[in-house]
């Protein structure tokens, strides 16, 4: 009889997130200097083409939503693509002589005579990126070695493009036209320079002496100076509270990282479809396993076929499209809207069922709540806070069920924290912290010391100390919540039913900030409101994948991520900057370059005028406490009870009132095929999902290549929600 775990549960604990007992130290891979020189230019790569997606081409966004659409294609580059050729060439230097010579002399043909080539043209980049790798290609064969990344080197460089599709379009694109647009959409209507200017933070914004007419009307002939100088002193300021940010967001997912992946097993459904191509990647292999799935290859053909046609059709017409969109008139000036999203569908379908029905059933638990609330008070609220229109009641209600969300998983983690803590503080600790990619000391003093920093940030900025510590406070719990969220429950598009500068601005008030609190805390809606994607969620998922690495190999990682911030944050401000002063922010995104600023600077206007502490407002964050914890009590106490707690602090957004329908496709899906096959067909059926999400993104990738070369714009073939 042979002792030993059963191949079965061995692939379980793989899965649900546990390291294999027993698994060798041989099965894993080093991490060369290659997979940081790659990781680096991609991340640089990532952060203009996903703005000139948006700017340039308007197709489909690459770095909007958790779903990381442009990490997942250029990852799809590296494995099904690069890494084939690059394994192809070990021994054959005539072949990887001959592949150089191929792509130099089309890249020459293309661009020769070089004198009208736009450095941030994703092309133009792309297409250098590949003389250069094919031209080291030929130096490591010569050499005996190779340029084939092994899985513990796409991990890095896969997480590196998490980073950077986290901060390359909510970030910075939201960013660049809030510091600069009251200058020019100011004008004697809105009265700004009178009300609004007085009371602006000088040193976030900029302002060249115009207005910022170039920014927004571009420049008028081709000839033309980005005015760097006038954009450095307010991206230095703003640069010291970013940093500051994400180093708190780097720290805290590694501070629970133990407690969520190896004590309560998440899931990290956004994960698993990369882990699964990156899993079997091999020297010895030329062809990557993941794409000899047969099933895998039928759900990516759906959206393939359906983003395909909506292409088609954009170009030439005629062509018939498939309708993936209805709605239900409500009662209430409500309605129930029902999407198909195929990428929230892959996602959807690697959840518990539990969960999934969490998600939907209180989205339409929601729409009573909302008929209410619109037959009590009218269909318009009192306050224009973000996420929710109907009523800002249900925002403050979803903020009180997130803090207990919170505070009911800490209380979980209590033990795993303790010992963090007595790691930290030099005390005997029954953890070790040898497998993760800083030290618990490095990661709980990196906590304190940059929510230090940004409450400084504000007190500098004439913010007073305590607005500071309960904005800063109150902004790193909704982030931890949506980072628990997105980790367990796998929902790729989610926002916080309430966000910090609008529980500062609208629930405290003028009265008690002060006229210069609101104005700082107004600025930061493009960090802090409608942020679809963030920095802590990717890291978290990014901390999930480190499984695939030896311990001695992680701390690596954690530079890595900086890398990826910098030339991710350097590539998207440079990129938007020098496509707007080409283009005009005007002929760009309507949404970042003019809806976006006037809602926060008519909200910084509105909320100057002396008001008080929301107390109704302030109510219905007790309501939404007590009623969370009546929900997480149930869940708890009866194994009958239908709704998992997590859907219900998010169950009134407008992001989850347009996904409710896929991820309940899902779940009927997934329950079905439970019941009637088991686990084994859960097994083979789970390659078709990780197909969908996959076909998703390839289909929007292509027609973004196809819409470069030929120059359509605004082609979205899939739906962006």
Known sequence: MSLGIPQDFRRYLTGKGTSVIGEGESEHQSIHL????????????????????????????????????????????????????????IGRLWLAIALFVLVAVSYAANYAPFDDMLAYSPGVLFGS?????????????????????????????YVMLMVVSSLATSLCEALLPAISGM?????????????????????????????????????PGPDHSVPYGIWFRPLMVWSVFLLALYLTMICIPVIVRRQWVEHERLAYPLVQMPQAMMWDEREEVVVNPFFRSGAMWIGAALPFIVGSLNGLNNYLGGFPTITTGWYIPLPGHQSLNMFISFTVMGFSYLISPTIAAGVWGFVLLSKLEKMLFVFHSGPTPDQWVWTVGVSELMSYQGLGAL?????????????????????????????????????????????????????LWFWYLGTPLWAGFTFVGLALVIYYAVTRIVAEAGIAIVLAPLSAPDFMIFGLGS????????????????????VRVF??????????????????????????????????????????????????????????FLHYPKIIYMTTVTTLEPAGVYWKGIGFVGIGAIAMTIFTWMKSRFMWWPLHPIGFPIMAT??????WFSVMLAWLIKVMVLKYGGTPLFRRSRHFFLGMILGSVSVSGLWLVIDFFTGQVGNHVMRDL
């Open 34 to 89: 290659r997979a940081l020189l790659i990781g680096a230019f991609l991340s640089f790569f990532l952060g203009v083409a996903a703005n000139y997606a948006d700017i340039i081409i308007r197709g489909s966004y690459l770095s909007l939503h958790f779903s990381t659409t442009g990490a997942i294609l250029l990852l799809l580059v590296l494995v099904g693509g690069l890494n084939i050729l690059f394994k192809l060439t």
């Open 129 to 157: 990126f590949m003389v250069g790798v094919l031209a080291l290609n030929i130096v490591l064969i010569a050499m005996g070695k190779t340029l084939a990344l092994n899985r513990s080197e796409l991990i890095v460089v």
């Open 654 to 659: 407008r992001v989850t009132d347009q996904i």
């Open 535 to 592: 920095l802590m969620g990717v890291v978290a998922n990014g901390l999930k994948l480190i499984e695939g690495m030896d311990t001695r190999s992680r701390r690596l990682v954690f530079w890595a991520i900086v890398v990826a911030v910098f030339f991710g944050l350097f590539g998207a401000t440079w990129a938007i900057l020098e496509m707007t002063y080409r283009g005009g922010g005007n002929n760009a995104d309507r949404w970042f």
């Open 403 to 455: 803090l207990v969300f919170v505070g009911s998983g800490l209380w979980m983690a209590r033990e795993h924290l303790t010992q963090v803590v007595r790691k930290a503080l030099w005390m005997e600790s029954d953890l070790s912290d040898d497998d993760e990619i800083m030290s618990y000391r490095a990661a709980v003093f990196g906590l304190l010391g940059g929510a230090v920093v940004m409450v």
């Open 183 to 219: 200058f020019y959409y100011a004008d004697p209507s809105n009265n700004w320079a009178e009300t609004l200017f007085p009371h602006l933070p000088t040193d976030l914004v900029v302002n060249d002496g115009n207005h910022n007419q170039l920014f927004f009307e571009g420049f």
């Open 511 to 530: 009265k008690l900030l002060g006229s210069t609190s609101i104005a700082n805390f107004a600025f930061t809606y493009p960090v802090a409101a409608d």
